[in-house]
């Protein structure tokens, strides 16, 4: 065992048992750099990450690579989603360097931290144009010693580059409606007709750009945002990528027609679909969408939950095959002659048609992924028996391994995706788990100060503090508990981590840092303020912020939300597909958003109504008029002793109303 076995990344432990002497992050392994003169391989990967076990098996796990990197070499290995910032500062070195990136990042760096010589995945022999790992390492070591001067160079230029980099987007005024529209003519132009989705191949699940679009139909009546969506989300749910089975979506599409995922599942997309089916069903009454929304909200709550009532990271893309061989897929794929074997000859046909299971394969080795291809009338009642027994039957194959941590920041978005697919299916369990998942945040995660810790594992907290996104999506998420719920302690709490916000995070002119400033100082503070496969913390922060002023009427809060977007009034028009989050809060803002009190019961009918309101980014309240908790229910009263509902909007309120008709009509939205 290596000094990775104290740890508690389900990454980090992965490799415990390697021959490379591998170091976690920290002062002590660039002080031990330091006394042997050696530069420092940093490593970074994550636990679903298919390539990155590839290449720990062909390198890291070679005794004699492990021996020629103990060497000569201080071994560091980071799990890029406990330490995303490690992860951002070193990303954008290799993506400035070779004009790419990804995972597994392999990066060499001086004592000082400072990076010199960059790559991904290396193959243990040279192919496909790319050096073997042990040639990359032994060209460093020849640098190192031969051309220290050198070394010493690039890397001084690097980080000077990186230095030059911080971006003022704060003062850049706000969004208006030129720049959403804008948006929406780049997205257009972008979209696949054929296929749907935006770009090519891989394809990725635009989820916060679908935020956008319901969001600016719901403001401007645009149909084709609104087509954008619903035919986006149905070729998804459609397609390879969503587990026809069982529920819940895959990573990514390696095509760009929806027919091949990477078959690793990850909490945070799955939380983020399940909002989005969510909010389209509100939006058009889909049952589809409904079926997916909760069968995705089922998914997490079966497959991720933890024991302490978080949720868990990722489900692995590998699993055993049926010759015990690790591979891709294992689990999820299926040939005509499997179908027979559980399904008999006459259903298997059916299930073959119905699933696009064809005898030459959509996968690999004759195998297919499991999609709906045909849009005409189906025997439900047929395929809903046929679905059950295949699951049974996928039950027993070995499963994909399971990254146990949780992660602040993905757990908020889940407790919004579950609370409001909750309330809004009529689902209590869903909002008792989302209830869970908070007080766990609370207990675990937040310390007597809300100052976040990342991630916690078996009831343990990690040692690593939170960043921006983890803030703002947890602050997201208990302010999507308390419109559910009516529980203002789910304010309150928003609030404590939204104040760190605005003191530890917040620059000059209002731009946002994803580290807090009392937080490890990296080579340089880590910013970023576009969306990757989770929104961005700037964005998360500033949508968070705007919420939370809108049920409280905080200044600062209102402010520091609008200087945080004016990155959205930068970027917005020139890259939309990478700042979907921040176009979906800038919507929120051009619309109030509305502040809705419901004077009446949690959970009546005229709460629901307000929940299932269309406008963009409208907040909830709902309960009694006496207490504090809400300071929109202040001075509030039923009308008449019946439940009553007061609508406002930059700063003027239409009469207040008792009849969920009215409500409904009033948060339709601006186009409708």
């Known amino acids: ?8 990344s389900p990454y980090l432990l992965q490799h415990a048992e390697n021959p490379v002497d591998w170091w976690p992050w920290g002062p002590d392994a660039f002080e031990e750099a330091r006394r042997r003169d050696v530069p420092v391989l940093l490593s970074v990967g994550y636990s679903a990450c298919h390539w990155c076990h590839v290449m720990a098996h062909e390198s890291f796990e070679d005794e004699a690579v492990a021996a020629y990197l103990n060497e000569h070499f201080v071994p560091v290995k980071v799990d890029r989603e406990e330490r995303p910032d490690v992860d951002a500062v070193y990303m954008e070195a290799v993506q400035a360097a070779t004009g790419q990136g990804g995972w597994p990042m392999t990066v060499f760096l001086t004592a000082d931290a400072e990076p010199f010589y960059f790559g991904t995945y290396f193959p243990p022999e040279s192919r496909h144009g790319l050096p073997s790992f042990r040639q990359v390492l032994e060209g460093v070591v020849a640098a190192w010693t031969d051309r220290r001067d050198e070394v010493g160079e690039v890397a001084g230029r690097i980080v000077h580059d990186l230095s030059q980099r911080s971006l003022a987007h704060g003062g850049e005024g706000l969004p208006a409606e030129s720049e959403l529209a804008q948006a929406l003519l780049g997205l257009t132009r972008e979209y696949d007709e054929k296929n749907r989705g935006f770009g090519g191949a891989p394809k990725f699940p635009p989820s916060m750009v679908i935020e956008f679009l319901l969001r600016h139909h719901a403001r401007t009546g645009a149909d084709g945002a609104l087509q954008m969506a619903a035919d986006t989300c149905e070729a998804m749910a459609r397609g390879g990528m969503y587990d026809q089975l069982g529920g819940g979506f895959a990573r990514y599409s390696v095509d760009r027609e929806w027919v091949v995922p990477h078959f690793e599942k990850m909490l945070y997309d799955n939380a983020l679909l399940c909002r989005v089916y969510a909010h389209l069903w509100r939006s058009t009454g889909s049952e589809l969408a409904r079926r997916v929304a909760l069968e995705t909200a089922d998914f997490m709550v079966r497959e991720l939950r933890t024991a302490e009532g978080g949720f868990a990271s990722a489900l692995d893309a590998d699993s055993e095959d049926a010759q015990g061989k690790h591979v891709e897929g294992a689990y999820y794929v299926w040939t005509p002659a499997q179908l027979r074997e559980v399904l008999g000859e006459d259903d298997a046909a059916f299930a073959a048609e119905h699933f696009g299971v064809t005898e030459e394969g959509t996968f690999e080795e004759g195998s297919s992924v499991l999609q709906l291809p045909l849009t005409g009338p189906v025997d439900e009642a047929r395929a809903a028996d046929v679905r059950a027994r295949l699951l049974a039957a996928r039950e027993l194959r070995p499963r ?6 949780v992660v602040a920041a993905w757990n908020g978005l889940a407790v919004a995706a579950l609370a409001e ?15 869970e998942a908070a007080d766990l945040l609370v207990r675990l995660h937040m310390g007597p100060v809300a100052r976040l810790v990342r991630t916690s594992k078996d009831g343990r907290a990690g040692e690593h503090a939170g ?6 999506d947890v602050a997201e998420g208990f302010l999507a508990l308390a419109a559910v719920t009516g529980e203002g302690v789910w304010l309150e709490f928003a609030g404590f981590l939204l104040d760190i916000v605005l003191e530890h995070f917040t620059g000059e002119g209002g731009q946002l840092y994803d580290t807090a400033a009392d937080a490890e100082k990296l080579i340089r503070r880590p910013q970023d303020p576009t969306d990757s496969a989770t929104p961005a913390g700037w964005t998360a922060a500033a949508g968070a912020l705007l919420s939370y002023a809108a049920y409280t009427g905080s200044e600062p809060h209102r402010t520091a939300a609008e200087q945080a977007l004016g990155v959205v009034k930068a970027l917005g028009p020139k890259a939309p597909r990478f700042i979907g989050w921040g176009l979906a809060v800038a919507e929120a803002l051009l619309d109030g958003p509305r502040e809705v009190a419901v004077a009446g019961p949690v959970g009546g009918e005229l709460h629901r109504t307000a929940l299932l309101g269309r406008a963009p980014g409208a907040v909830v309240a709902a309960g009694e008029t006496s207490g504090s908790e809400f300071p929109l229910l202040a001075g509030r009263p039923m009308l008449g002793g019946a439940p009553t509902a007061y609508v406002c909007r930059h700063f003027v309120c239409a009469a207040p109303t008792t009849d969920p008709e009215v409500l409904a009509e009033a948060l339709r939205g601006g186009g409708s």
Request: hydrophobic share 30%; glycine share 12%.
């Open 1 to 8: 065992m290596n000094r990775l076995a104290g740890t508690t």
């Open 400 to 405: 994909p391994g399971r990254d146990d941590k």
């Open 467 to 472: 960043v921006l996104e983890d803030y703002g």
């Open 421 to 435: 697919a909750g309330a809004y299916f009529d689902r209590p369990d869903l909002v008792e788990r989302a209830t």
